[in-house]
């Protein structure tokens, strides 16, 4: 038996690990889990654990219902919060067909081929997710939404519960091997960030499907709610997943060129060109809900055009300024990413965009000046810049007609995506908003 | 690493004296003792010998069981003893007859030696509050478990095993990783993060970062 596994059945021995936890991802990046007994895992790991996948969204082929979770030994951590006494575990699985072979729609397959895409150019990519996300005293939407507080961007709140809980959550993640680099209060009221540091993209996938989880987790446990939806309130700025990555070539950064202005390397410049090229492509991805789009709007530092700039925070690709000494830490920035994206997906996505402005050499259009992001969307149109999708219906347009994002997701999720995100649209189009009434009721 | 160099437990104090000339030949490091009340610390094996009094002799075979020392006993026995045994198989792991051969409980101690060696004494490594036992894969920082991966366990058995040396990167991707690893040195410095995550604030110390060179384990050389 492989040692990794060999270490896992030894650790769940060891510390008398009840119960553990098969985590999956479906296509909408919802988490799924089904518990295990120790005495279930060595097969679990040599003959994976059959489910009917037809419940599973995006897994659904009725013909073929049946699929196999197998157990990926690199991932098994110890639950922090569970019982000392009962100690539980979780370990995240790939999906695969009961022939053994990688199972279509499993976003974690996506991201392997992706990686493996990247491996045969020589790279590995690393990713590292600012995930935004709300605190609410309750999660009916029937009722107004009551913030924990009014606290704005770098508050300190001592006086309310949310900084106690966020460094709670802080300290559970970095239990699980997810260290943080930041997190403080963010711009809105109630809405906090957390900051992961870089690591390669499958593990980061996995640790923001793990962050998700212990944030909504914790904040239940004081009877609050934490939400990830891109925009919970009107008129504040939404919760992003503004997301950092780099490409290594074994250990040189792939982004980075002492020579350059920018210090950007060609590869990099290609790589923003590539991101720039298929941005409409992806956004349905990395976008994914009606509710995305509300986010996506001028004003509340949201990318709405395609563009890249070095130090503006409206651009859709930012390239941070490193620090003299930390060449190595060269990297560039995706700002339209929210927090409700599968990350599976969604990484795959600008992984593939970016890689493909390498491969076929797209040139890197000149850098936005600071003055687009004051034009109206006509003087910007006439500039020459394009807009990102306005809604997820003009998104999906642009994926179905994308061959690069077939590619990425393959044909399966690719069709079922497209099917169920129109299905969520045109629920949307039939409903009356509060805003239609608001405005139209009395006037007409 | 610790060294293996703990003493064989002996009954009664003083031995028998043909039991010390056996153990003295065969260079043991043994100690007597005449009670299991204030045992401590880790040992081989004991050596028990019901000559002079069983009951005692059994007495002291109990105390160290109940006190959950786990210690492999061998007990020394008459003939006429023999019968003594039922029903106390949980307290000896072997018996030698006495008037005993010298090679026979010099065979039965190394025997029992060996079993303490496979099953009793776990190779650790120690530094300040972090223990690592090599063969149950398990750490702990100042008791309580450190629940890692198999990459984190490995590249933190590498740095403890040499504290205060300092390792470059490409020297632990190929140590713990192999050379043909795929996603060169950066995947030390994410474990290394991963790590330090998991010791916490108050132990993510342990492992510093060398500026320009890798990274070390515990104090250097100089500041000890």
């Not at chain 1, 939404?238 to 590869?267: I, K, Q, R």
């Not at chain 2, 690592?132 to 478990?145: D, F, S």
């Not at chain 2, 950066?186 to 993060?193: G, I, M, Q, Y």
């Not at chain 2, 320009?212 to 000890?224: D, H, K, N, Q, T």
């Amino acid at each position: 038996m492989e040692p990794q596994k060999d270490y896992v059945l030894r650790t769940v021995e060891e510390r008398g690990v009840r119960l553990i936890r098969l985590w999956f991802t479906d296509v909408l990046g919802q988490l799924k889990s089904v518990a295990i007994s120790p005495a279930e895992l060595a097969d679990a790991f040599d003959e994976g654990l059959q489910f009917d996948g037809s419940a599973i969204d995006g897994f659904s082929r009725v013909q073929e219902s049946d699929v196999l979770a197998v157990p990926d030994a690199a991932t098994f951590e110890l639950l922090p919060w569970a019982d000392p006494e009962e100690p539980s575990g979780r370990i995240f699985c790939d999906i695969r067909n009961p022939d053994g072979t990688p199972f279509a729609g499993d976003p974690r397959w996506v991201m392997r081929r992706s990686l493996s895409k990247a491996a045969e150019m020589g790279y590995t990519f690393y990713t590292a997710p600012e995930v935004e996300f709300f605190y609410f005293r309750h999660s009916d939407p029937d009722q107004p939404l009551v913030p924990l507080d009014r606290a704005s961007y770098f508050d300190l709140t001592t006086a309310d519960v949310a900084s106690p809980l966020r460094k709670r959550t802080i300290t559970m993640l970095e239990a699980m091997g997810i260290p943080v680099e930041y997190s403080f209060h963010e711009e809105s009221p109630s809405q906090h960030e957390i900051d992961l540091r870089y690591t390669e993209a499958l593990s980061m996938a996995d640790n923001v499907m793990t962050l998700r989880l212990v944030v909504r987790k914790l904040a239940l446990d004081r009877e609050l709610h934490a939400t990830f939806m891109p925009k919970p309130l009107n008129g504040v700025q939404g919760s992003g997943m503004h997301t950092h990555m780099s490409l290594f070539e074994n250990d040189v950064n792939a982004f980075h060129d002492p020579g350059d202005d920018y210090g950007l390397s060609e590869t990099a410049k290609a790589f923003i060109a590539g991101l720039l090229h298929h941005a409409r492509e992806i956004t349905a991805v990395t976008n994914q809900l009606v509710n995305s789009y509300k986010r996506l709007v001028a004003g509340d530092e949201a990318p709405t055009f395609v563009s890249w700039a070095r130090n503006n925070r409206s651009a859709l690709v930012r390239v941070p300024v490193v620090k003299p000494g930390k060449e190595s830490s060269t990297r560039i920035e995706y700002r339209a990413l929210d927090s409700a994206a599968n990350p599976y997906l969604a990484f795959s996505a600008v992984l593939a965009a970016g890689l493909n402005g390498v491969k076929e050499g797209y040139e890197l259009p000149p850098e936005a000046s600071a003055d687009l992001y004051t034009m109206s969307r006509g003087q910007a149109r006439a500039k020459g810049f394009a807009e990102l999708p306005m809604s997820l219906s003009e998104a999906l347009d642009v994926l179905e007609s994308s061959p690069l994002m077939a590619e990425v997701l393959g044909e399966h999720i690719h069709e079922w995506f497209l099917r169920n995100k129109r299905a969520e649209f045109a629920e949307y189009r039939r409903e009356v908003t509060p805003f239609e009434l608001r405005r139209y009721l009395n006037t007409w | 690493m610790t060294a293996v160099t703990e003493p064989l437990l002996v009954f009664p104090d003083p031995p028998p004296p043909e039991l010390v000339r056996t153990l003295d030949l065969g260079g043991y490091n043994w100690k007597a003792a005449g009670s299991a009340q204030e045992l401590e610390g880790r040992w081989l094996g004991a050596v028990v010998s019901a000559q002079e009094s069983p009951d005692d002799a059994f007495g002291f075979s109990r105390a160290l069981a109940r006190r959950g020392l786990d210690i492999p006993v061998l007990l020394l026995v008459s003939g006429a003893q023999l019968d003594e045994l039922d029903m106390r198989d949980d307290l000896y792991t072997d018996f030698c007859l006495t008037p005993f051969h010298q090679r026979e409980l010099e065979a039965r101690l190394a025997h029992l030696v060996w079993r303490s060696g496979t099953a009793l004494r776990p190779e650790l490594i120690e530094y300040g509050p972090m223990v690592l036992n090599v063969e149950t894969y398990q750490a702990t920082i100042a008791g309580r478990p450190l629940d890692l991966t198999y990459m984190e366990y490995e590249l933190l058995k590498f740095l403890a095993g040499s504290p205060g040396k300092v390792f470059t990167r490409e020297t632990l991707l190929s140590r713990v990783w192999g050379y043909d690893y795929f996603g060169g040195a950066r995947t030390v410095d994410v474990h290394v993060r991963r790590l330090r995550a998991k010791l916490g604030e108050q132990h993510a110390g342990l492992i510093t970062t060398v500026r320009s060179v890798g990274y070390r384990f515990g104090l250097s050389r100089w500041e000890r």
